[in-house]
Structure formats: C-alpha cells, structure tokens
C-alpha cells in the first residue's frame, strides 16, 4: 500500500524534480517501442480468440469454459474483457485504448500504410458516436452476440476490419476510426471522465515554451494545446513533458463534470447517456429476463395463430439475421427480432423521455430557455454502474453453471447500483449549486433535483425488480 501511495503521490518535490505520477507518463513516452509490443501481443491474442471459435463446433451442454476454446472466447470477451474495460475507464481513464486496444493500433498502423486522405466532412459528424452504439448494441442483441462466436466474428471482427479500411484511407497515422467513428468511443469518452488521473495541461507555461518545438504525435487528433479533460485523450503518453506543460497527475473524479458550462457541454454526450447507456443498454441487457417480454411474445403468439397468420413465426431466417442455431434449440423466429426491437425500443422511449421532460422540467425551474444538456452528464456514474451490472452478467451466469457459490453477487449488485445513483444524485446537486441564474432559488433547485433523480430511480428499479 506504501509504494502504491508512493506512486501516485503528486505534489512536486521541494527541488521541483519530478513526481512519481509524472514520470509514469515519461517512462510510456519513452518506450513506445514496448507499448507497441504490448499491443501487437495483444491484437495477435484478440484475433485468435474472434477468429478461431467461430470455425469450431458449439460447446455441449456440459462443457467447461476452461476445457472448450468456444466457452472461453466468450468468458474472457464478454465476461471478462468488456466489463473491466467498462471499469478502467472510469479508473484510468482511456488508458485502454492508447496501450491496449486492438482495433485502435491496427487502425493507426493501417493509417500509416495508408494513402492519407483527407478526413471527410460526413465523418466529423459528432452523432456517429451514439449512432453507432445504439446499431451495434441492437444488432448484437438479434445475432445474440454474447453467446455465439460467428456473431462475435461479425461485430467484432467487422468492426476491426472497418477500422483499418477507414484507417487506410483517411489520416496520416492518426486513429481516425477512434475519434469519429468508433461503437465504443463515446462511452469510453464519457466514463473516462470520471478517471482520477489525466494528462494536465499547464497553459501558461506552454505559452513561455519556445514557439518551435517537434509536434506531438497525437494519434486521437487532439488540440493539446486547449486539452482540458480525459474525455478524448487515450493516455498513451507521447505527449508527457511536452514544452514542459503536460504531466501526468491526479484529479478529483468529480472535476470534469462539475467543471462543465453551458457552452462546452455536448448535446449528443448527453443523448447517448440517457437514450443510450440507461435506454438502449438497459433494454439490451434486460429483454431476455423480463416476464413481460415473454407475456407479450405469448399473448402475440396466440393472436396470430387465432388468426392464421403465420408468417411471423418462421424462424427461416439466416444467423447473421437473427439467431439460428437448430444444434442448441436457439432459434429465433421473426416475431422474437421484432419484440427483441420493441421492447428495447420501448425502454429508450420511456427512461429517455423521462430523463428529457425532466431536463426540460429542470430549465424551466432554472430559468434556461435552452435545455440544460450539461446536467445529463451528472448521470455518468449511474450510466457507468448500469453498464457494468449488465456486462458482468454473464460472468455471474457462466460462474455458477461452474456449480460457484456466490451468495455475495446479489449484495454487491446492489451496493454498486446504489453507489452509482448516490454519486450521480450529488454530482447533480453539486451542478445545480453552480447554476449562475440568480432566480434559481433554492427551493427550485431542489424541484429540479428531483425532477432528474426520479427516472433516475427508475433504472436503479429496473435493476433490482
């Protein structure tokens, strides 16, 4: 515990030398040679497990993740990978995507072998991001890519190959495909700033730096200059001691979201916070569980074949349509895909409306003619929370089919949603507490508060109903 002290330990010494934090980024700005490795070791181990499993037959019903390749691809992606990655945002960071990430190094080594064209205008759009998040996670959901490596082949391993076609043609060695286009960007971009350590950016000093100094090789293409957040940066450290302005260092979770105004406060982070994390996240992760869900598909079920209508209930369809594994009696008929749909749908449309009227309800309360999209950001704890309770669903569920005791699971479910609302309830407080208009009373703050936590409370209820 003392050297970890020891290591992120930021005040400067007395003799102005280094602080351990710092020289942290130093040492990863120093041996980009060895991060390479890293992520060539990694991208060899990634493509392995995406490719292999999907050429191989389904488990049966009694195999074990540790003896069968297909179980232990889906182990490790699903219930391991995604959810600690999930995890270490919020810890470090995007340190994932700057060391580790497979799609990432072979996107910005696809780029450098490229033809360097120009990035296009369409592809600045800054609603890729949620976009392509609510596509993937609905697709993934039809294809059941949790279960079956020829899905995970398809989302995963298209993804990668869209990665370094968009890296070829556009960019001249930087992570286009990162920055604009990427599933997972924007809610990495936004867990990420709940990270206690970030590059910090003294701006003084890079202004008394000599004007003519080599420039950084910034891979995610950020102004570093006007750098004030984690929210883009992949922590890679090729910038660490640049112009003798940038460091590594410790922060409050809390900054960056409480430090938000109006102005820099971004519409679609907002959107996909609340339509998609806690909307389109919470229904992927929940349909299959929801006795409503099996209600209606029942009761649906029985009205068409009452009224010889057929056509819906084929289960025809082709796997990378819908799922269809006859070997493991999984199929899904055209009716499953279309309720799949709507109650992932109807889940959005009724936390998100929600969260809108509030934010609405909110502005009005605080005077703001304008919606207050900056105090959707104070949900990111939650969203985080939700998003790790989903993922690591299937490590919980593939552990007990190992005959695991876990009788602390539900427990600790509980205590990190709880945590999750209670961090998101004072964040919003705190940002009401900021709101400059001067006829925003106290008592209108508190309504606005609560106009917020209440479908707040609504996805915490999800959960635990």
């Known amino acids: 515990m003392k050297q970890i002290n020891n290591l992120i330990h930021t005040t400067a010494s007395e003799n102005g030398s280094p602080t351990r934090l710092q020289a942290v980024g130093d040492w990863m700005r120093d041996h980009r040679g060895f991060i390479q490795a890293i992520q060539w070791a990694v991208i060899i181990f990634y493509l392995a497990l995406v490719i292999t499993p999907a050429f191989l037959p389904l488990p049966k019903a009694y195999a074990h993740f540790y003896e069968n390749l297909v179980l232990f691809a889906q182990f490790l992606f699903w219930g391991i990978w995604w959810p600690f990655v999930m995890l270490s945002m919020i810890l470090f960071g995007r340190l994932w995507c700057g060391v580790f990430c497979p799609e990432g190094a072979l996107s910005e080594w696809a780029s450098r072998h490229g033809r360097g064209g120009a990035i296009p205008r369409w592809m600045r759009w800054s609603g890729w991001p949620f976009t392509a998040f609510v596509l993937t996670t609905l697709y993934g959901q039809l294809i059941s890519v949790y279960e079956y490596p020829k899905a995970a082949l398809l989302i995963l391993g298209g993804s990668t190959v869209a990665a370094m076609v968009v890296g070829f043609l556009y960019g001249r060695g930087k992570r286009v495909w990162c920055r604009h286009l990427c599933p997972a960007s924007g809610v990495f971009s936004l867990l990420a700033r709940l990270a206690p350590v970030h590059f910090r950016v003294d701006r003084e000093t890079w202004r008394q730096a000599p004007r003519r100094t080599p420039a950084v090789d910034c891979a995610p293409l950020i102004n570093i200059a006007d750098m004030t957040g984690n929210s883009a940066c992949h922590m890679c450290g090729r910038c660490s001691e640049h112009r003798e302005a940038v460091a590594l260092s410790v922060r409050s979770p809390n900054r960056e979201i409480l430090s938000l105004s109006a102005e820099t406060a971004n519409r679609w982070d907002a959107l996909l916070l609340i339509f998609g994390l806690l909307g389109v996240a919470t229904g992927a992760f929940q349909w299959s569980a929801s006795p409503w869900f099996v209600q209606l598909k029942q009761g649906l079920a029985d009205w068409l074949i009452e009224h010889d209508v057929y056509w819906p209930l084929g289960d025809g369809a082709p796997w990378w349509v819908l799922t269809h594994y006859p070997e493991t009696n999984d199929v899904f008929t055209w ?103 001067e006829g925003a009373t106290l008592t209108r703050r508190t309504f606005a508060w609560a106009a917020l936590m209440g479908p707040a409370g609504l996805v915490a209820g999800s959960w635990i109903g």
């Open 335 to 437: 009716l499953d895909g279309a309720l799949i749909l709507f109650y992932i749908g109807a889940t959005t449309l009724i936390i998100g409306g929600a969260f809108m009227l509030a934010l609405r309800l909110a502005g009005w309360l605080l005077g703001q003619r304008e919606l207050p999209w900056r105090l959707a950001y104070a949900l990111t704890p939650l969203a985080g929370s939700s998003v790790f309770l989903g993922l690591s669903a299937l490590t919980v569920s593939m552990l007990k089919a190992e005959r695991l005791a876990l009788p602390w699971v539900p427990q600790l479910r509980i205590a990190l949603l709880a945590a999750g609302l209670l961090w998101s309830g004072w964040l919003l407080w705190r940002m009401l507490a900021k709101t400059p208009d």
